[in-house]
């Protein structure tokens, strides 16, 4: 009989755990100080986002990428080799310059590395705060006979 609870315990935590973006939901109700229910609808409704360091990463070069028309023209300049009036004159287009600038930008790479090393990733990802909160995440991982303890960092940030 104890065989049978353990089953349908396992089972009732599979059912109830796909529910939920294991571990960017627990990461946040921590973070928040509410249940993986609030946590999880903060997630889904993006006012939230949680992410390793990679894909901070590559979610702040979307962001940067969608955002180029943003960008002071000084910094633009600097990256274009096209003098700052230019942006100044262009300026009021907004969205419409996006892929017109990034053509123009010789290394995006750098680009983006610069504008995160100026402003910080949660400059472009936290759109309420600009805060880049993090929290460690601890999982045991067998190597061999044994198991070691591998540790990810998560960033969180608030869009709302």
Excluded at 56 to 69: F, G, K, P
Aim: glycine letters at 4%; aromatic letters at 12%; charged letters at 35%.
């Amino acid at each position: 009989m104890k065989y049978i609870e353990e089953e349908i315990m396992k089972e009732h935590w599979r059912e109830t755990i796909q529910d939920y973006d294991v571990p960017q939901t627990i990461i946040l109700a921590k973070h928040l100080g509410v249940d993986l229910d609030d946590a999880q609808a903060e997630i889904d409704s993006e006012d939230y986002l949680v992410y390793t360091d990679e894909e901070a990463d590559e979610a702040v070069r979307e962001a940067i990428e969608e955002s180029l028309w943003a960008f002071i023209p000084s910094f633009l300049s600097a990256h274009t080799g096209v003098d700052e009036e230019v942006f100044v004159a262009l300026a009021g287009r907004c969205e419409e310059n996006n892929d017109s600038y990034k053509r123009m930008i010789k290394d995006f790479d750098a680009f983006v590395e610069q504008a995160v090393s100026a402003d910080g990733r949660g400059h472009f990802l936290a759109r309420y705060d600009h805060e880049e909160p993090y929290c460690d995440w601890q999982r045991a991982e067998r190597k061999g006979t044994k198991y070691e303890t591998v540790t990810t960092e998560y960033y969180i940030y608030r869009r709302n």
